[in-house]
């Protein structure tokens, strides 16, 4: 079975075998490594196309600069997301520079994470989240 995973790096879709871990994988396109999972920095469009094209869970973190709490995560969120390279896909929206993101998703309190599978939301969690809270509760919708 393979899955559509889009490329952080030039945003191409790329379609790998689905497997439970990964020695190498690198774009068809721009041939960097797909397992570089760090959290990927976007905007509506970029948003967009990870929703659109990814088969593996979005994991969404709406946040803003001038948030403690968001700040405390951040190292927390990056970790979990070098954790599960192509298992799921680490976003960070910047709801100061994308505020129209914000309304969309009716993001109230920051930060919050959203879960996507397959264009859609399955869960949110608002607040910050403990490195191995947040692993645990990713790790339910791979």
């Not at 399955?122 to 403990?130: E, K, N, Q, T, Y």
């Amino acid at each position: 079975m393979n899955v559509n995973v889009v490329c952080p790096h030039c945003l191409k879709v790329n379609r790998i075998p689905k497997k439970e871990s990964y020695a190498k994988a690198n774009c068809g396109e721009c041939k960097n490594s797909l397992l570089d999972s760090k959290p990927v920095s976007v905007d509506a469009h970029k948003l967009g196309l990870f929703l659109a094209n990814s088969e593996i869970p979005l994991i969404v973190d709406f946040w803003a600069p001038w948030c403690g709490p968001c700040l405390q995560m951040a190292p927390a969120f990056e970790q979990t997301a070098l954790a599960l390279p192509l298992q799921a896909q680490f976003i960070k929206v910047n709801t100061e520079e994308q505020q129209a993101l914000g309304g969309q998703y009716g993001i109230q309190s920051i930060p919050t994470m959203i879960v996507f599978k397959n264009g859609k939301e399955v869960d949110r969690v608002s607040g910050a989240l403990p490195p191995e809270q947040l692993l645990s509760w990713a790790k339910q919708y791979i």
